[in-house]
C-alpha cells in the first residue's frame, strides 16, 4: 500500500532551536515510518534576504547536520537541498505564468516583509508562495505540517494546483492539506522575551548547538516580574512562559516544586531559571554534541545529500514531465 506523501522545508538561516525541535522535528520522527517524507532544506528560498555565499553554504551544512543530529534518519526520509533538485525552479517558473499580481500582493506574508524592510521589496518576496507550491506538488504531496505563520502560503499552493488542474482538464496534482500532528495543534514553545513563541528572527530563543555558558546566560536574562502576591494567582505570561518550558524539559517532580513555591509565594526566579539552564543543557547537550560529530564528517554529509537529491529528483523529474506533456511541450522537431 502507498504511503501518503508529506513534505516540509525549512530556510537555513540559523541554528535550529528549541521551537523546531519541539515543534516539528520530534514529530517529523514519529513520521518516518508512516509516511513518504520529504524534509528539503529551503537555500532557494533564502536568496530574498541575500546571504553571502558563505553564509548560504555553512547555512545549508548546519541545517543538514542538524536535522540527523535529531534522528532523521536518511534512509527512511528523503532529505535534499532545494537547489540540487533544478526541476524545483522549472516548475515554479511555469506556475508563475498562472499567478496574478493582485493575489500575490494581498499575502500577508508579502506584505509584511515588504513593511519590515522596504529597501529589499524583490520579485522572489511576491511570488515566494509560487515556490513554495512548487515544492510541495512537485512530489504530489498529500499532506504538509505548518504553522500559522505558513497556513496562507498553503492555501495558496492549494489554489495554485486546483487551478491547473483545471485549466489544463488534468488531475495532475493532489491538494494538499495541513497536517496537525495528533489531531492537535504543535507544541508551542515560548520564547525568553516574555511573549510570543520562540523564534529565529525575535532574538529569544535557545538553539540546539548553543553551548552551555550560552544557554545560562539566556536564561538567566529571561522576563520575570516581582513575584506573586497572593496564594494561587494566575501567573501573568511571562512567568507561565518560563514555567511551560520547565514542563518541556524538566521531571514532572521539578515542575510541581516550584509551581508550589508560586503558589505559596515563596518562589525565587533565580533558582527557577537555574534549574531551568541545567535542564535545558542536560536535553540539548546530547545532541549538540551529535551536531558536532557530523559536521566533521564531509564525507558523510555529502552522501546524505547526494543520496537525498537523487531521490528527490526521481519524484520531481517524473511529475515535471507530466506537467510538460500536459501543457503541450512535446519535441516537434
Known amino acids: 500500500m502507498n504511503k501518503p506523501t508529506v513534505v516540509s522545508g525549512i530556510r537555513p538561516t540559523g541554528y535550529l532551536h528549541l521551537g523546531n525541535y519541539f515543534g516539528a522535528v520530534q514529530n517529523f520522527l514519529k513520521m518516518q515510518d508512516d509516511f513518504n517524507c520529504y524534509f528539503f532544506i529551503a537555500d532557494i528560498h533564502s536568496l530574498t534576504t541575500h546571504p553571502t555565499p558563505e553564509n548560504l553554504q555553512s547555512g545549508v551544512r548546519q541545517v543538514l547536520a542538524e536535522y540527523l543530529a535529531c534522528g532523521i534518519d536518511p534512509e527512511k526520509s528523503t532529505i535534499f537541498i532545494q537547489s540540487d533538485v533544478p526541476e524545483v525552479s522549472e ?17 500577508t506574508s508579502f506584505k509584511d516583509k515588504a513593511r519590515q524592510n522596504p529597501d529589499n521589496v524583490n520579485a522572489g518576496l511576491l511570488t515566494y508562495p509560487v515556490l513554495m507550491a512548487s515544492d510541495i506538488i512537485i512530489h504530489k504531496a498529500h499532506f504538509v505540517p505548518v504553522g500559522k505563520d505558513q497556513e496562507q502560503n498553503l492555501e495558496m499552493a492549494r489554489k495554485f494546483a486546483k487551478r491547473f488542474n483545471r485549466m489544463y482538464k488534468a488531475d495532475v496534482f493532489p491538494i494538499p492539506r495541513p497536517y496537525t500532528f495528533g489531531g492537535g495543534d504543535m507544541i508551542k514553545v515560548p520564547g525568553l522575551d516574555g511573549s510570543g513563541k520562540m523564534g529565529k528572527s525575535e532574538g529569544n530563543a535557545i538553539n540546539l548547538y548553543e553551548d552551555p555558558k550560552s544557554i545560562r546566560k539566556k536564561v538567566m536574562r529571561a522576563v520575570t516580574d516581582s513575584g506573586p502576591t497572593e496564594m494561587n494567582q494566575e501567573k501573568p505570561e511571562a512567568i507561565q512562559n518560563l514555567f511551560t518550558l520547565l514542563d518541556i524539559v524538566s521531571t514532572p517532580d521539578t515542575v510541581a516544586h516550584f509551581d508550589e513555591l508560586y503558589n505559596k509565594c515563596e518562589i525565587r526566579y533565580g533558582d527557577l531559571k537555574k534549574q531551568l ?12 554534541e551529535r551536531i558536532i560529530e557530523i559536521l566533521q564528517d564531509d564525507a558523510y554529509l555529502a552522501k546524505v545529500a547526494k543520496m537525498g537529491a537523487d531521490k528527490a529528483r526521481e519524484s520531481a523529474a517524473k511529475t515535471l514531465q507530466e506537467v510538460k506533456d500536459v501543457i503541450g511541450f512535446k519535441k516537434l522537431f
Open 91 to 107: 516548475l515554479y517558473a511555469l506556475l508563475n505564468m498562472n499567478a496574478y499580481l493582485g493575489e500575490l500582493e494581498r499575502t
Open 277 to 288: 539552564a541545567e535542564d535545558i543543557i542536560a536535553y540539548t547537550s546530547p545532541i549538540r
